[in-house]
């Protein structure tokens, strides 16, 4: 599985923005997925996943009820939908995916990454 996400950006606190990513391959309804960020100076950490099915979902603390994670099957495509930026949501946003089709949480569970987008809000 090939991963390609976009939609990062400059953003103003308190505005959204709506990351997406793409996915080859015709077995990506077999993966959950995940979105990943590294904030500058920090490690890489996890803001959302999602199954298989989309059926479950999973956040972290600091962005539930302001992310959203969505997937398109049929698309081939997991999108997180994020309101309410913050300074501190500044970083490079990563998708992934694992074959264990759940929404998991942790890196180490993940067996694809993309490139990375890079998400930039402003005080």
């Known amino acids: 599985v090939q991963l390609q996400a976009s939609g990062g950006g400059l953003v103003q606190a308190g505005g959204s923005l709506r990351l997406s990513c793409a996915a080859s391959?015709?077995?990506?309804?077999?993966?959950?997925m995940g979105w990943f960020r590294q904030a500058p100076g920090k490690e890489r950490a996890f803001v959302a996943a999602i199954s298989w099915s989309g059926d479950s979902r999973a956040y972290a603390d600091s962005v539930k009820g302001r992310f959203a994670i969505s997937r398109d099957n049929a698309k081939n495509t997991v999108s997180l939908q994020m309101n309410s930026l913050k300074p501190e949501d500044t970083a490079v946003y990563y998708c992934a995916a694992t074959r264990l089709m759940l929404a998991r949480t942790e890196q180490y569970e993940y067996d694809y990454w993309g490139q990375g987008t890079l998400v930039t809000v402003s005080s």
């Open positions: 391959g015709r077995t990506f309804s077999s993966y959950g």
